[in-house]
């Protein structure tokens, strides 16, 4: 059974950190490409950061220099890092596999950033 389980979503002050994780079972994680996305009620879903199964990793404009993607192959973990967050990255964010014809996703974890 594949499952996709986000965790690390959480209220932050503007300027504060958080670092999302994706613990992923019943596929082979590392031939996948694994990215973060989020959604923010009345917009379109927005792709944040990703990673190939060769190790690349690729951004967002809104995010570049402030978010780092991750993954820990031997733990079936994909992470972001999230620093310096601004009231506009409240968003609900899902973690999302990707081999074609296969796409998996995550149930998804609220980020709030507010003071």
């Known amino acids: 059974q594949v499952q996709l389980v986000e965790s690390g979503g959480d209220l932050v002050q503007p300027g504060g950190s958080l670092r999302l994780s994706c613990a992923a079972s019943?596929?082979?994680?590392?031939?996948?490409?694994m990215s973060w996305v989020r959604q923010t009620p009345g917009k379109q879903r927005e792709r944040v950061a990703s990673v190939t199964s060769g190790g690349s990793t690729d951004y967002g404009d809104s995010v570049k220099g402030r978010f780092t993607i991750s993954r820990d192959i031997d733990k079936n973990t994909v992470y972001l890092q999230m620093n310096s967050l601004k009231p506009e990255d409240t968003a609900v964010y899902y973690c999302?596999?990707?081999?074609?014809?296969?796409?998996?996703w995550g149930q998804g974890t609220q980020v709030t950033v507010s003071s």
């Open positions: 019943g596929f082979t994680f590392s031939r996948y490409f």
């Open positions: 999302r596999a990707e081999r074609y014809p296969y796409d998996y």
